[in-house]
């Protein structure tokens, strides 16, 4: 079975540029997950989507973040423009609707911007 | 809101022997989930164990067991004969039952087994 599966695992990009990370859950998966982790603050919800429609996207930090999920087996987080704080590692994850049903995270995306 | 405190940053272990993680959470709710994630240096995010706060019978898997005291709020986790390869960082995590599937995470405790 494949896992989420993100790209790109691994970018770095200038100050001002756009970023666009991609996302694709688990088949039959119909919530989906984006996370930032940093030193300083963990890991953080970004956004939520159920259904391909975005619940609580309360943990987006501004308007330079935004996110989509045209279908049930895509999502993208973007950044624009991007700055030297967004650096961090962008996790998507997924699971089907159930509360408590498990989480599967994707293996990151590691950006840098300078 | 719920949060979730991870009071040990890193802890060291020999190998074959036994370590326990400390996890507390404040919470409200009467019903809830709890998980331990593994993050080893490839920084994939790695389901542990879980506990459903309904259940009195402590979550088990393999050589990985939690102590679950509902009335403390507290989460800790057991290695038993540690693995050079459990190295890695240690985040608790609280999932609210009813309503949305958030995960809320501690900040982690990272863990070195050593030979």
């Known amino acids: 079975d494949a896992g989420v599966i993100q790209s790109p695992r691994h970018e770095v990009t200038e100050m001002g540029q756009e970023v666009t990370l991609r996302c694709k859950p688990i088949s039959g998966h119909n919530s989906l997950f984006w996370y930032r982790q940093t030193m300083m603050r963990g890991l953080e919800l970004l956004i939520y989507?159920?259904?391909?429609?975005?619940?609580?996207d309360s943990g987006m930090p501004e308007d330079r973040f935004s996110a989509k999920m045209p279908n049930a087996s895509f999502s993208t987080l973007k950044i624009q423009p991007s700055e030297p704080r967004d650096s961090a590692v962008y996790f998507c994850a997924s699971c089907v609707s159930f509360s408590g049903n498990t989480i599967y995270f994707g293996e990151g995306s590691w950006l840098t911007v300078v | 809101a719920q949060t979730v405190t991870q009071s040990q940053p890193e802890m060291s272990v020999q190998e074959a022997e036994t370590v326990t993680l400390s996890c507390t959470y404040d919470?409200?709710?009467?019903?809830?989930?709890l998980f331990w994630y593994k993050q080893p240096p490839s920084r994939q995010m790695i389901l542990v164990i879980r506990q459903e706060a309904y259940k009195q019978q402590n979550a088990t898997e393999n050589r990985f067991s939690v102590n679950f005291q509902k009335a403390a709020k507290s989460f800790s986790l057991k290695i038993s004969d540690s693995q050079l390869g459990d190295t890695a960082m240690y985040f608790c995590a609280f999932m609210n039952q009813g309503g949305s599937e958030k995960l809320v995470f501690g900040k982690g405790t990272k863990l070195t087994v050593n030979p």
């Open positions: 989507f159920n259904n391909n429609v975005p619940i609580d």
């Open positions: 919470t409200s709710e009467n019903n809830y989930y």
